[in-house]
Protein backbone atom coordinates (compact mmCIF):
# COMPACT_ATOMS: atom_id res chain seq x y z
CA UNK A 1 0.00 0.00 0.00
CA UNK A 2 1.31 3.58 -1.06
CA UNK A 3 0.61 6.15 1.55
CA UNK A 4 0.59 9.52 -0.16
CA UNK A 5 0.52 12.43 1.97
CA UNK A 6 -1.61 15.78 0.94
CA UNK A 7 -0.06 19.26 2.05
CA UNK A 8 -0.71 22.88 1.22
CA UNK A 9 0.40 24.27 -2.24
CA UNK A 10 2.40 26.80 -0.09
CA UNK A 11 4.63 23.99 0.11
CA UNK A 12 5.86 23.65 -2.91
CA UNK A 13 9.77 22.48 -2.79
CA UNK A 14 8.37 20.47 -0.29
CA UNK A 15 5.87 18.39 -1.56
CA UNK A 16 8.28 17.28 -4.62
CA UNK A 17 9.70 14.49 -1.85
CA UNK A 18 8.29 11.10 -2.27
CA UNK A 19 5.16 10.17 -1.07
CA UNK A 20 3.79 14.11 -0.51
CA UNK A 21 1.16 15.51 -2.79
CA UNK A 22 0.00 19.14 -3.05
CA UNK A 23 -3.78 20.06 -1.83
CA UNK A 24 -4.29 21.92 -5.60
CA UNK A 25 -2.85 18.50 -7.48
CA UNK A 26 -5.03 16.23 -5.55
CA UNK A 27 -8.42 18.56 -6.65
CA UNK A 28 -7.52 18.63 -10.18
CA UNK A 29 -7.17 14.78 -10.26
CA UNK A 30 -10.67 14.47 -8.44
CA UNK A 31 -12.28 16.89 -11.18
CA UNK A 32 -10.97 15.23 -13.66
CA UNK A 33 -13.91 14.19 -16.25
CA UNK A 34 -14.65 10.37 -16.41
CA UNK A 35 -13.58 7.59 -14.20
CA UNK A 36 -11.43 8.01 -11.18
CA UNK A 37 -7.96 9.35 -11.16
CA UNK A 38 -5.94 6.73 -11.93
CA UNK A 39 -2.96 7.98 -10.16
CA UNK A 40 -5.18 7.80 -6.98
CA UNK A 41 -6.86 4.30 -7.43
CA UNK A 42 -5.00 2.04 -5.05
CA UNK A 43 -3.04 4.69 -2.63
CA UNK A 44 -3.67 5.80 1.24
CA UNK A 45 -4.20 8.96 1.17
CA UNK A 46 -3.59 10.92 3.79
CA UNK A 47 -4.46 14.59 5.21
CA UNK A 48 -1.26 16.42 6.00
CA UNK A 49 0.08 19.39 8.06
CA UNK A 50 -1.63 22.82 6.77
CA UNK A 51 -4.43 21.80 5.34
CA UNK A 52 -7.84 23.58 7.16
CA UNK A 53 -10.86 21.79 8.20
CA UNK A 54 -12.53 23.17 4.94
CA UNK A 55 -10.05 21.75 2.49
CA UNK A 56 -10.13 18.35 4.36
CA UNK A 57 -14.12 18.16 4.56
CA UNK A 58 -13.77 18.94 0.80
CA UNK A 59 -11.43 17.03 -0.31
CA UNK A 60 -13.10 13.96 1.50
CA UNK A 61 -16.84 14.36 0.15
CA UNK A 62 -15.42 14.83 -3.18
CA UNK A 63 -13.01 11.31 -3.45
CA UNK A 64 -15.70 8.95 -1.39
CA UNK A 65 -18.55 10.83 -4.04
CA UNK A 66 -16.29 9.52 -6.96
CA UNK A 67 -15.69 6.12 -5.60
CA UNK A 68 -12.35 6.76 -3.78
CA UNK A 69 -14.21 5.23 -0.62
CA UNK A 70 -10.86 2.99 0.20
CA UNK A 71 -8.19 5.69 -0.80
CA UNK A 72 -10.01 8.44 1.80
CA UNK A 73 -10.53 5.56 4.58
CA UNK A 74 -7.42 7.07 6.68
CA UNK A 75 -7.72 10.45 4.96
CA UNK A 76 -8.12 11.77 8.43
CA UNK A 77 -5.60 10.19 10.20
CA UNK A 78 -3.45 12.75 11.51
CA UNK A 79 -5.69 15.11 12.15
CA UNK A 80 -6.54 13.92 15.61
CA UNK A 81 -7.22 17.00 17.38
CA UNK A 82 -9.73 19.53 16.59
CA UNK A 83 -8.64 23.71 16.99
CA UNK A 84 -8.08 24.91 20.42
CA UNK A 85 -11.05 27.68 21.03
CA UNK A 86 -10.35 31.48 20.19
CA UNK A 87 -10.59 32.43 23.30
CA UNK A 88 -7.85 29.85 25.01
CA UNK A 89 -5.16 31.24 22.38
CA UNK A 90 -6.09 34.88 22.56
CA UNK A 91 -6.41 34.88 18.87
CA UNK A 92 -9.16 36.46 16.75
CA UNK A 93 -9.20 34.39 13.30
CA UNK A 94 -9.17 30.51 13.08
CA UNK A 95 -6.41 30.55 10.47
CA UNK A 96 -4.28 32.03 12.92
CA UNK A 97 -4.51 29.55 15.71
CA UNK A 98 -1.57 26.91 15.54
CA UNK A 99 -2.47 24.61 18.39
CA UNK A 100 -5.20 21.40 19.01
CA UNK A 101 -7.06 21.87 22.28
CA UNK A 102 -4.29 20.84 25.25
CA UNK A 103 -4.89 17.52 26.64
CA UNK A 104 -3.59 16.73 30.29
CA UNK A 105 -1.50 12.80 30.39
CA UNK A 106 -1.68 10.98 33.02
CA UNK A 107 2.05 12.06 34.31
CA UNK A 108 0.93 15.41 34.64
CA UNK A 109 1.99 16.84 31.36
CA UNK A 110 -0.32 18.14 28.62
CA UNK A 111 -0.12 17.76 24.98
CA UNK A 112 -1.16 19.24 21.82
CA UNK A 113 -1.47 19.08 17.97
CA UNK A 114 0.72 21.72 15.73
CA UNK A 115 -2.29 22.61 12.98
CA UNK A 116 -0.46 25.15 11.03
CA UNK A 117 -3.23 26.57 8.28
CA UNK A 118 -1.29 28.12 4.76
CA UNK A 119 -2.97 31.28 5.54
CA UNK A 120 -1.75 32.04 8.96
CA UNK A 121 0.03 35.38 9.85
CA UNK A 122 3.35 33.85 10.24
CA UNK A 123 3.25 31.59 6.97
CA UNK A 124 1.62 34.61 4.37
CA UNK A 125 4.78 36.63 3.32
CA UNK A 126 7.99 34.24 4.55
CA UNK A 127 8.34 30.76 3.40
CA UNK A 128 11.86 30.12 2.32
CA UNK A 129 13.08 26.77 1.92
CA UNK A 130 10.89 23.47 2.82
CA UNK A 131 11.14 23.70 6.65
CA UNK A 132 8.70 25.45 8.99
CA UNK A 133 10.14 29.17 9.81
CA UNK A 134 11.08 28.97 13.77
CA UNK A 135 8.76 31.98 14.28
CA UNK A 136 5.81 29.45 13.45
CA UNK A 137 7.13 27.00 16.29
CA UNK A 138 7.79 30.29 18.84
CA UNK A 139 4.11 30.86 18.42
CA UNK A 140 2.73 27.72 18.81
CA UNK A 141 4.47 27.38 21.93
CA UNK A 142 3.28 30.72 23.10
CA UNK A 143 -0.23 29.38 22.36
CA UNK A 144 0.34 26.53 24.38
CA UNK A 145 1.47 28.20 27.82
CA UNK A 146 -1.93 30.41 27.09
CA UNK A 147 -4.17 27.21 26.83
CA UNK A 148 -2.96 25.09 29.19
CA UNK A 149 -3.01 28.52 31.53
CA UNK A 150 -6.75 29.39 30.53
CA UNK A 151 -8.17 25.92 30.63
CA UNK A 152 -6.06 24.10 33.23
CA UNK A 153 -4.34 26.04 35.95
CA UNK A 154 -6.65 29.00 37.45
CA UNK A 155 -9.43 27.11 39.04
CA UNK A 156 -8.45 29.44 42.04
CA UNK A 157 -8.52 32.22 39.65
CA UNK A 158 -11.99 33.09 39.18
CA UNK A 159 -11.10 36.42 36.88
CA UNK A 160 -13.60 37.10 33.69
CA UNK A 161 -10.82 38.00 31.77
CA UNK A 162 -7.51 38.08 32.32
CA UNK A 163 -4.14 39.50 31.25
CA UNK A 164 -0.95 37.46 30.28
CA UNK A 165 2.91 39.39 31.08
CA UNK A 166 5.48 37.56 29.60
CA UNK A 167 8.61 37.70 32.34
CA UNK A 168 11.74 35.60 30.12
CA UNK A 169 11.03 33.89 27.72
CA UNK A 170 13.80 31.75 26.16
CA UNK A 171 13.32 29.57 22.48
CA UNK A 172 15.90 26.88 21.61
CA UNK A 173 15.58 25.23 18.18
CA UNK A 174 17.47 22.00 17.76
CA UNK A 175 16.30 21.07 13.88
CA UNK A 176 14.64 22.09 10.97
CA UNK A 177 10.61 20.99 11.26
CA UNK A 178 8.74 20.29 8.36
CA UNK A 179 4.91 20.38 7.43
CA UNK A 180 4.16 16.99 8.95
CA UNK A 181 2.01 16.15 12.19
CA UNK A 182 3.77 17.50 15.17
CA UNK A 183 3.01 17.57 18.56
CA UNK A 184 3.66 20.16 22.11
CA UNK A 185 4.39 18.73 24.88
CA UNK A 186 4.14 21.16 28.43
CA UNK A 187 5.16 21.10 31.85
CA UNK A 188 4.58 23.41 34.51
CA UNK A 189 7.80 23.47 36.58
CA UNK A 190 6.37 25.68 39.25
CA UNK A 191 2.89 28.10 39.65
CA UNK A 192 2.51 30.59 42.37
CA UNK A 193 -0.24 33.01 43.45
CA UNK A 194 1.49 35.47 45.11
CA UNK A 195 -1.52 37.58 45.58
CA UNK A 196 -5.21 37.37 45.23
CA UNK A 197 -5.24 39.08 41.79
CA UNK A 198 -1.89 37.68 40.02
CA UNK A 199 -0.92 34.32 39.41
CA UNK A 200 3.16 33.59 38.43
CA UNK A 201 4.36 30.25 36.47
CA UNK A 202 7.10 28.43 35.31
CA UNK A 203 7.20 26.52 32.47
CA UNK A 204 9.12 24.62 30.00
CA UNK A 205 7.56 23.12 26.51
CA UNK A 206 8.96 20.74 23.61
CA UNK A 207 7.90 20.38 19.89
CA UNK A 208 8.03 17.07 18.89
CA UNK A 209 8.22 15.31 15.18
CA UNK A 210 8.30 11.60 15.01
CA UNK A 211 9.30 11.04 18.08
CA UNK A 212 12.20 13.69 18.31
CA UNK A 213 12.67 16.60 20.21
CA UNK A 214 12.74 19.48 17.15
CA UNK A 215 11.99 23.02 19.30
CA UNK A 216 11.69 24.15 22.45
CA UNK A 217 10.37 27.10 25.20
CA UNK A 218 11.19 28.24 28.45
CA UNK A 219 8.80 30.41 29.76
CA UNK A 220 8.22 32.50 32.81
CA UNK A 221 4.51 34.85 33.36
CA UNK A 222 2.46 36.16 35.14
CA UNK A 223 -1.33 35.97 34.95
CA UNK A 224 -2.93 39.54 36.30
CA UNK A 225 -6.57 40.01 36.77
CA UNK A 226 -7.94 42.80 33.64
CA UNK A 227 -9.28 44.92 36.06
CA UNK A 228 -6.25 45.48 38.18
CA UNK A 229 -3.48 45.45 35.75
CA UNK A 230 -5.79 48.11 33.04
CA UNK A 231 -5.59 50.27 35.52
CA UNK A 232 -1.65 49.51 35.66
CA UNK A 233 -1.36 49.58 32.00
CA UNK A 234 -3.25 53.00 31.24
CA UNK A 235 -0.84 54.84 34.24
CA UNK A 236 2.34 53.43 32.79
CA UNK A 237 1.05 54.39 29.10
CA UNK A 238 0.46 57.91 30.60
CA UNK A 239 3.88 58.13 31.48
CA UNK A 240 5.54 56.93 28.83
CA UNK A 241 3.93 59.18 26.45
CA UNK A 242 4.98 61.95 28.99
CA UNK A 243 8.26 61.25 28.81
CA UNK A 244 8.64 60.83 24.94
CA UNK A 245 6.86 64.45 24.79
CA UNK A 246 9.64 65.58 27.07
CA UNK A 247 12.27 63.66 24.89
CA UNK A 248 11.00 64.98 22.08
CA UNK A 249 11.19 68.50 23.50
CA UNK A 250 14.37 67.88 24.03
CA UNK A 251 15.92 66.77 20.97
CA UNK A 252 13.68 69.64 19.05
CA UNK A 253 15.15 72.45 20.91
CA UNK A 254 18.49 70.64 20.27
CA UNK A 255 17.51 70.86 16.54
CA UNK A 256 16.25 74.47 16.83
CA UNK A 257 19.32 75.52 18.55
CA UNK A 258 21.78 73.72 16.21
CA UNK A 259 20.00 75.33 13.18
CA UNK A 260 20.35 78.36 14.53
CA UNK A 261 24.00 77.97 14.23
CA UNK A 262 24.23 76.59 11.62
CA UNK A 263 21.94 79.50 9.62
CA UNK A 264 24.29 82.36 11.67
CA UNK A 265 26.92 80.36 10.16
CA UNK A 266 26.36 80.02 6.71
CA UNK A 267 25.26 84.00 6.70
CA UNK A 268 28.69 85.33 7.82
CA UNK A 269 30.24 82.75 5.55
CA UNK A 270 27.96 84.83 2.49
CA UNK A 271 28.45 87.87 3.50
CA UNK A 272 30.32 90.35 1.26
CA UNK A 273 33.96 90.88 1.91
CA UNK A 274 34.69 94.50 3.08
CA UNK A 275 36.37 96.40 -0.21
CA UNK A 276 39.63 98.46 0.73
CA UNK A 277 39.31 101.47 -0.80
CA UNK A 278 43.04 102.86 -1.59
CA UNK A 279 42.91 106.61 -1.38
CA UNK A 280 45.54 108.36 -4.55
CA UNK A 281 47.62 110.49 -3.24
CA UNK A 282 49.60 113.38 -5.84
Known amino acids: ?11 KQFSENPN ?19 ELVGRRLIAGQGLDDMQVDHAWYVGTSRGLVNEFADWRAARKGRYADRTLCHKHRQENILISVPEQQPDGAYTAD ?26 ACRQMFLAVTERYCLD ?30 YLVIDQQQPKPERVSIHADMDVL ?74
Open 1 to 11: MEVMIVIPSAF
Open 20 to 38: LMPYDKLLSLLHRNGASAD
Open 114 to 139: LLLHERNEFMLDHLTGQHIQGMVLTE
Open 156 to 185: HNQAVKRYFVINSMNVRYQAFAFPLPAQIR
Open 209 to 282: QAGQVVAGMEVKFTVFDDAYISRRESKLAAEAVGNYVNWLRSELTGRSENLQIDTTTMVAAQAPSPVLSLASHP
